[in-house]
């Protein structure tokens, strides 16, 4: 079965930091990666996605996420937060035609 | 494209009721999934369908939580009766069958008193 790993639960960061969330997945086939955003009190939007191809992939709002297959890897990054980034960040795979499998989310939180 | 639409978006009710959301994918997309958000759990994926017919129901904490979906455009997910540990946001998301992308609707927050 698929599973996800986000390692850090929660993070604080002033404004300009650079900013890297881990994302670990467990399945030997064929992944389709995502990571989604969840600004407080709304629903879960897309950021990016990774099905094949360049395994550097570029999302919205300056975020950028790396597929690493040697090391069953998405992490997201954007070289430089803003306030407005503070979010609740979930790392997602789907496999095959299985729904997506969400990580436990990581709480951003940048300081002005 | 309205996306996906769920109601009601917040529910309050006793413990033993029986409480229905629904939820309205986005039209033409085939796959329909229930999510369900605690703090404690996370995004735990409940059941979903393709082509209106349930895939895969493991995540259905027990009995009293049923789904359906009668037809392309509605399905229900229904709890009785319901108990506070219940409480929680339910998202419904929608996407085509093969790996694409899900659009979540804007969850319906559930609280058992």
């Known amino acids: 079965a698929q599973s996800v790993s986000q390692h850090n639960h929660h993070v604080i960061l002033s404004e300009a930091a650079s900013l890297e969330l881990g994302c670990n997945y467990s399945?030997?086939?064929?992944?389709?990666l995502f990571w989604y955003v969840q600004y407080p009190g709304q629903h879960l939007q897309l950021l990016l996605k990774?099905?094949?191809?360049?395994?550097l992939v570029k999302g919205i709002k300056g975020f950028e996420a790396e597929f690493i297959k040697s090391k069953f890897s998405f992490n997201l990054r954007k070289p430089s937060v803003q306030w407005s980034d503070t979010a609740e960040y979930f790392c997602?795979?789907?496999?095959?035609?299985?729904?997506?499998?969400f990580g436990s989310g990581t709480r951003l939180q940048v300081q002005p | 494209d309205a996306g996906v639409i769920q109601s009601p978006r917040h529910e309050v009710t006793e413990m033993g009721q029986e409480v229905t959301l629904r939820c309205k994918p986005i039209?033409?997309?085939?796959?329909l999934f229930w999510y369900r958000q605690t703090m404690m759990r996370g995004l735990e994926l409940l059941i979903y369908?393709?082509?209106?017919?349930?895939?895969?129901d493991s995540g259905m904490p027990e009995d009293r939580f049923s789904a359906k979906m009668p037809n392309a455009s509605f399905s229900t997910l229904k709890i009785q009766p319901s108990e506070p540990r219940d409480s929680a946001v339910y998202f419904c998301?929608?996407?085509?069958?093969?790996?694409?992308?899900?659009?979540f609707g804007q969850g319906t927050r559930l609280t058992v008193v």
């Open positions: 998301a929608s996407s085509l069958i093969g790996n694409t992308e899900a659009f």
């Open positions: 399945y030997g086939g064929t992944v389709n």
């Open positions: 990774y099905f094949s191809g360049d395994p």
């Open positions: 997602a795979v789907s496999t095959g035609r299985r729904a997506l499998t």
């Open positions: 039209s033409g997309h085939n796959s």
């Open positions: 369908f393709n082509n209106n017919v349930p895939i895969d």
